[in-house]
């Protein structure tokens, strides 16, 4: 009988030991495996693939937050984090209709390179160890 359970414990050893063992099966528990993001807030000023959109110092509204932080990127350069502002109203023309029920977000734009698509998007910050995600609303092209 000790000669089973002697067994039966090197086979536990050995299966945590091939499965990474509890630290690796806590981080997967940690990370969810999936990631859950809220689907992208529409838009509303610049609306979404606008062109000669002004290149800089207006507010950028979406219909709503989202993630921990909204940044714009073009290519070649680096994102630019975006800080929270008072939404216009009425909001510049021409502009989106919110969704029923948003509650819409502003965010200050600075100055942009002419002729230049940026994107609007935003990470959402994961637990340490796990990957964070981006999410795109949209893009818009400077004049």
Known sequence: MRCVKAI??????ALLAGCGG??????????GGYAIVPPP????????N?????????TLVLSSTYGD?????????ANLSLATAAVPSPLPSPSATAPPG???????????AAHTTYTVASTFIE??????ISGTAG?????
Request: with cysteine; glycine share 12%.
């Open 102 to 112: 948003a509650t819409p977000a502003g965010f200050t734009v600075g100055p942009l």
């Open 50 to 58: 606008a062109t000669g959109v002004p290149d800089g110092n207006f």
């Open 127 to 132: 637990p340490a160890g796990c990957p964070n």
């Open 8 to 13: 039966a414990a090197l086979l536990g050893l």
């Open 41 to 48: 807030p529409t838009m509303l000023y610049p609306i979404a």
């Open 139 to 143: 893009s818009f092209t400077t004049q």
């Open 22 to 31: 509890a630290i690796a099966s806590v981080r997967q528990a940690e990370c």
């Open 69 to 77: 932080g909204v940044y714009l990127s073009s290519s070649g350069n």
